[in-house]
Structure formats: C-alpha cells, structure tokens
DNA sequence: TTGCTTCCTCTAGTGGCTAGAGGATCAAGC
DNA sequence: GCTTGATCCTCTAGCCACTAGAGGAAGCAA
C-alpha cells in the first residue's frame, strides 16, 4: 500500500498542509521518500493520521496526543496516564458546556428583547455595555 | 478621573498589555499623555474597555466587536446590524454546544469504561483509533 | 539611598494550522 | 513530442487574540 501525501489527505480527511506540518512537529514520523523525493505512506500512515484526527476532533492539544501516540506505541505500558487524559479532556468539555450555556442565555436576552430603533436604544448594546453579569 | 494604565486594567479586570494591543488594533483610542509620557485613562475608557471585554468574553470576535463599538458610537444608526451580530453569535454557540455535547457523551464513554491493565486494552486508545464516531 | 513597583517601547512566541511564492515533476490528451 | 493541469517539493509569512520578556526610565516608600 503505497499512497502520496494527496491520497493520505482523503483518505484520513486531512488537508495536505496539515500531513507536512504534524510531520514537522513530530506527530506523524518522517515517510520514506520515492526516487523522485515524494512522501511515500503505508496503510500505518492512514491508521495513525486518523487517531490523531479524532482526537482532534475531541479538543486534545497535539501535546496531549502526543502523550496518547506514545502509549498507544508502547502497549505495555500501564495506561492511567490514557485514562487520566481522557478525564481531563471530559472535565474541560464540561466546563466550556457550562460557560457556553450561560453565554447562550445571555444571548437569548439579547436577541429576543430586539429594538427596531435606533441604536441608542439598542439592547444588544445596552446589555454589552451594562455591568449586568459580570459571572 | 485619571486612571493609570495600571488602574484601568484593574478597574476593567483586563491585563496591561492586553490593553496596549487593544490600542493599538485601534479598539481603544490613544489615550493623552501625561508629562512623563505615561498613559492616562478617564471613566469613558473603562466603560469602553469593559464593554470590550464583557463582548469578548461571549465569544465576539475582535471585529464584531469593532462593529458593535461603531453602532455604540453612532447612537442614530438602527441597530439592525447589532441585532444580526448577537444572533449570528447565539447560533454559533449553540452550535459549539451541541457538538461538545457530542463529544463529551464520546468521552464519557471512553472514561467510564476504564481498563486497568496496559495500554495495549486501554478503551481510551482503542476508541480514538477505531473509525467508531465519524459523525 | 536602597529597593520595589509601575511604566515605556519593542520584539518574539503561543497553538494549530493556512496561504502563497516559486519551482519540479507527473499523467493525460492531441 | 508538446501542452495543459494537477500534484508535489521547500520555504516563508500570516491568522487570532493575546502573552512573555528584554532593556530601560521613572515614581514612591522606608
């Protein structure tokens, strides 16, 4: 299984830019390189791009990914640290649902108290500009 | 009223440089200058300065931000365009909270069902590299 | 006077890509 | 064989919204 950067592109739906940088900093290892001095991937490639596009995809940072490659790479390694990531991850992701909740309601005020003066009477502005909820 | 930008920063709970690069990306006007050559901010900045900061804070982006200050500026003008602002940031936040919800239901399931053995079982990496959730 | 804090300007770094310049190579059609 | 267009290469610079740090001046308290 020989594939170019373009067809490891659609085949993990990753742009081409993306595979040279994650390779740049060292998510994706150095491919070999044909004769002609273009990347060469194998079907690893794919099963590799595609882990780290989901987790992505999930809000890990690539630092976080990188720790999760390492003991996907090392499976005898205890893997706490995996789960111990992956609630982290959950905690974050609870956290920016509550923040974005208070926020969309906020918005709500916003936008169904509309005006359709001007803008000194503007609620969106009024409700910016008021210290109303400083949360 | 005459804030230092030490004070300003404080009274609008927004760090000192952060309102440097404000200036100078033109959200803020340049304040006088004392003799010492050192910023010196009356009330209206921090108003200015807190609506800027309570706008970030929902998510506005830098030139929405621009826009809604204009309108604020321009009390004549409708206020339709604020309107469209606040509601287009309403639905981007819903959308961002559906899509976390989605993921945090994924994490949940990754965390819930821990193994404590070596990494090689770990549903944590085994959930990320399966092609399980393309959704 | 000593020492701490605040202020100034300027440059560079963050994360995670994305865009573009400028050029080589390839594969297909005529 | 030649042209055309897609793909590839490297390299640099840009995006957003800040943040950090260098290097220095000025203010303020004991």
């Known amino acids: ?20 940088f994650y390779e740049e900093i060292g998510l994706l ?24 596009r989901h987790a992505r995809q999930l809000g890990f940072s690539v630092e976080a990914i990188r ?5 996907s790479d090392n499976p005898e390694r205890p893997c706490g640290e995996a789960n111990a990531l992956a609630s982290r991850q ?7 649902i509550a923040q974005l909740e208070t926020l969309r309601s906020e918005l709500r005020r916003m936008v169904t108290a509309t005006c359709d003066g001007r803008a000194a009477d503007c609620r969106v502005i009024e409700a910016l500009a008021g210290p109303s909820a400083d949360a």
Chains 1, 2 share one sequence.
């Not at 299984?1 to 040279?20: E, Y």
């Not at 720790?67 to 003991?71: P, Q, S, T």
């Not at 959950?90 to 920016?96: F, N, Q, R, W």
């Open 29 to 52: 290892p150095e491919p070999r390189r044909a004769a002609n001095d273009r990347r060469v991937y194998d079907a690893d490639a794919v099963r590799r791009l595609a882990f780290i």
């Open 67 to 71: 720790n999760l490659l390492d003991l």
């Open 1 to 20: 299984m020989n594939l170019s950067i373009g067809l490891l592109a659609k085949a993990a739906d990753v742009k081409v830019p993306t595979i040279r």
């Open 90 to 96: 959950l905690h974050d992701v609870e956290t920016k």
